[in-house]
């Protein structure tokens, strides 16, 4: 009787902890929006509407309609929906290398060690941005952000933050 109560008041900690343990990244976002109230409405409504409904309904000269133009004319703005991104610490020439790789298939045996080696974030980034683009583009824009030597020493928070803040 005391092994089947302590096994079900094990399981109830457990599944209610699950409820309490937050994403670092997702935390950060939320106290870099209390910082930038600005820049939060615009960014939710980019989550919830998607970047190019966000860009073409904006009014003219709104902190939104600048976000979303900005965004919008990067490879990697569209990265913006996935939640977290502001605050992630992937290194984005890394991220863009294996984006540069892909074949015209979607996922290859190949890349899949790749991916699986930059963890589940990078796996999430190349499902959102194949969602988006097709492979083609995804290495002509990866292409040129690290010819141009965009990508040196930036991660991908970073890399989001410095275009978002250009419209505050």
Do not use: W
């Amino acid at each position: 009787m005391k092994k089947r109560y302590l096994l079900i008041s094990s399981l109830a900690i457990v599944l209610s902890a699950c409820d309490v343990v937050e994403d670092p990244k997702k935390a950060l976002e939320r106290q870099y929006f209390s910082e930038h109230q600005a820049l939060q409405q615009a960014i939710e409504d980019i989550r919830s509407e998607g970047l190019s409904a966000v860009k073409q309904g904006a009014e003219a000269g709104s902190v939104a309609a600048c976000v979303a133009t900005k965004l919008d004319a990067d490879p990697m703005g569209a990265l913006i929906e996935v939640e977290g991104a502001l605050q992630d610490s992937i290194d984005l020439s890394e991220l863009l290398a294996t984006l540069s790789n892909l074949s015209e298939q979607e996922l290859s045996l190949e890349s899949l060690p790749n991916l699986i080696r930059q963890g589940t974030d990078a796996i999430t980034y190349v499902k959102h941005m194949l969602s988006q683009y097709d492979a083609s583009e995804i290495q002509q824009q990866a292409h040129e952000l690290i010819s141009n030597g965009q990508t040196k020493t930036k991660d991908l928070g970073e890399h989001l933050r410095s275009l978002v803040e250009q419209c505050e």
